[in-house]
Every structure is written in C-alpha cells, then in structure tokens.
C-alpha cells in the first residue's frame, strides 16, 4: 500500500538551483567575501613591502678618495706646501657638564649656542629633600655641642647640695640605726629582747650603713664632675655630626650646576621637570648631564693621515687651513697632537692640528683642508706677495658624467656639479667643485640619483 505513495515522491530538480533563503545562506555570501578580501589585503601588503625594499635598497658602488697636487708659491711666511690633508674641525676640550647630585631639573638658563662665563649658573636642581637632610644634621649638632658644653661645666651647685643633703639625711638615719642596736643588744643581754630582735636591729643598721657609703661616692662623683672619656665620647660625635653638616652642605650647592670654563654651549640634553641621574642612563631614561660646552677659542683640525704620507710630517709642523664654508678665508697653524698608534683598517695616523688664530666663522664639525709647509731653509727669505699656489684634482674618468661626481657622504650618493680641464693619464683634472679628499663613486650605476641610499661594494 506504501509502494505507490514512495514512487510519487520526486526532487524537483528547477529548485536546485534556486538561491536558498534564510540566515544561514547570507552567511555564506559573506564569509566568501571577507576569505577573499583577505587574501587581497595580504597580497597588497606583500607588494608594497617588496615595493619599499626595492626602492630603500642601498646601491653598491666602488670609490676612490680624491688626492691633490699642488704647485706654485706658497702666500706664507715660508716653506712650500708638503702635503695636503682634508678633515674636520674639533674642540679642543669638549665637555660634558653633569650634576653631582640626583634631582629633577627646576629650572635652566641657557640656550644651545649661548656664549657663557665661568662660574655662571646653568641649571639648578630642586633641593626641598637636601634642604631637609641638611637642617637634620644641624639639629644633630647642637645637641651634641650642648651635651659637651654640659659635661665641660661640671655639676651646679644646687646638684653638689642636694647630693649633700640626701647623704646627711641617711646619715642621721644610720645613727638612729645604731642606737637601736645597741639598746637591743643590751636587752638581750639582760633577756629581755628575743634573738630576733636583735637580728632585725642589725639588718636594719647593716642596709642603712651600706645607703650612707653609696650616697657617700655619690656626693664625691658629682663634686669631681663627669669622667674625661665621656667628654672624649662625645667630641667624636660632634666631629662627626659637622662632617654630616658639612656633607648636607655640599649636596645642597651641588644642586646649582655652574659652567667650569668661559665657552659655548654646544646642546642643551635636559628641559625643566626631566631627571638628571648620576649612575646608570638609559636611552629614554633620566640623562647624565645637562649640556655640552667648549671654549671655540680653542680649535684643532682632526686629520687621518695616510701612512705613506706620514713621513713627511713631524711634531710642530706648519699648515694653512680653509674650510669649504669660507674659502677666502684661511688660518694659520700647527700639529698639536700625534696619535701613538695607527688605524689598522684605514692604514692612517690621526694628527691634530691647533688653529692658531680662530675667529667665528670657524665652528666645530666644519671640514677644513690643511696644507702643511716645509721648513724655511737657513737664509732664505719670502714675498708676501707671491702668489696662492694652485691646487691640482684628478678624478678617474668613470667618476664623471654629464658634467657632475658622486659623492659618498655617510651613506649617500651627493651629486655636485664640476667643472672638468683636461684628461691625462691621471684622470680628468677637477677645476671647480671639488677640494680633495673626498669619497668619489665611480663607474656610476645606471639610475644613480642624487640622495640615493649607496653601500661601499665589499
């Protein structure tokens, strides 16, 4: 009977294809829409980090540092020109001014650049805390002084008198004592009083005889006055209450940071309410001093000499120097300082050089060419007006293109413009544009642009 209902049954295959209604197909949709959303944004951020890479990458490159010759006369005193050398203008004597104490910056009164005096007030620290601690120890003073002025005086007469009076009275005490004994022992005697009379009469006299001897080293102590050693006791506590006095006192003035030598403030590291430490600091932390100062009067040109080179320079050798900011400018000075011991990797020694005559155009971190003299020969005498001598700069050809050098300044390729003479077989000579000394690119990369990333091909 079921048979014919089970064979009318059938799937109607025009609804199989027909959207389905309810929560759980929208469901659907969006899951499929958000999978492939994904999947979009994590292909896009692969593409603009390979896009980043491809465009941050630094270009490898191979240099050659720049070399000069010069000729001609030399616009000194006398000598001719030995060797030319490119550096950087340093202080002689930088200094870094910190606190002694540790505290927060309550206020700081200069600026970066701001010139200053020695013994000017920089920056002064909050000093409620040292304040305190140093009136604690005063406190702790005068009652130490009070103490001896106390034990040097002596006893007071009213003291000595009443010690007297107390002893007089346990003398009386001990007089009455023995009168009772002694009437007792004669009781006794006559066997009127009991043995235990007499026992109670003569406790009673030994204990009073025995307060009359204690009261009587009393009175003697306080008319002799304190013992010596206890005065001596406590001197050493006054010695070393001033001694916490005068501590409390230096930390106190040590919150006042003052300049140590008349110069210029080169950085100002600290603003007011930061934390200024004297052990341990951190990147972000509290900092271990507050400026940076030098005296600009003093300068020295800081040159890596090459060791092929070196020979020819000796202690107190005499150079010109100009910078490139100035170059009509020129100084005149002497090799101050020698390294002990050579640069390993960059096959130089380090010389310092004293400008003997700095004004304000020269600042720290300026690069300066030297060009060192020879010694006047015996006899031989010098024009004032002779002429500069020239300064001649080859560059390998591949260096040049379309009328500009690359150089390699601290990891980037700097495009300047030249002005180029002749070729010959040391290169392309360098009229205008460069001054020796410098990190030029050669065989340029094709693309190669001014500020571009560039590593030094290993």
Known sequence: MQQPDLNSLRIDKSMKNAPQSGGGSRWARWSKWWILGGIALFLLLG??????????????????????????????????????????????HKIQVASKVVGKVAWI???????????????????????AQLQQAQGQLVSLEARLQELQNGSRPEEIEVARANLEREKADLANAKINLDRTARLLKDGVASQQNYDDAKSRYDVQAARVDSLERTYQLVKIGPRQELSAQVRGEILRARGAVDFAQTQLANTVIRAPITGTILERVVERGEFVTTGFVGDRGAKGYVVSMADLNDLQVELDINQNDFAKLGSKQRGTLRTDAFRDRSYQGFIEEISPEANRQ????????????????????????????????????????????????????????????????????????????????????IDEGLIGGEDVIINIPSGLKDGDKVRVKQ
């Open 109 to 131: 009164g200069v600026e970066k650049g701001d010139r200053v005096t020695q013994g000017q007030v920089i920056t002064r620290l909050e000093d409620d805390e040292y304040r």
């Open 47 to 92: 593409a603009a980090r390979f896009i980043n890479n491809r465009l941050n990458a630094a270009t490898e490159i191979e240099t050659v540092r720049v070399s000069s010759t010069t000729g001609g006369a030399a616009n000194v005193p006398a000598g001719e020109v030995l060797l030319s050398a490119t550096g950087y203008i340093v202080a002689h």
């Open 346 to 429: 960059k096959a130089t020694v380090q010389v310092k050089v004293k400008v003997l005559n700095p004004d304000e155009y020269l600042r720290p971190d300026m690069n300066a060419t030297v060009d060192f003299l020879s010694e006047p020969k015996p006899g031989a005498t010098t024009s004032t007006n002779s002429a500069t001598p020239t300064r001649t700069i080859y560059v390998p050809a591949s260096a040049v293109r379309d009328g500009a050098v690359f150089v390699n300044l601290n990891g980037k390729a700097v495009k300047r413009t030249v002005k180029t003479g002749g070729s010959t077989s040391q290169g392309v000579r």
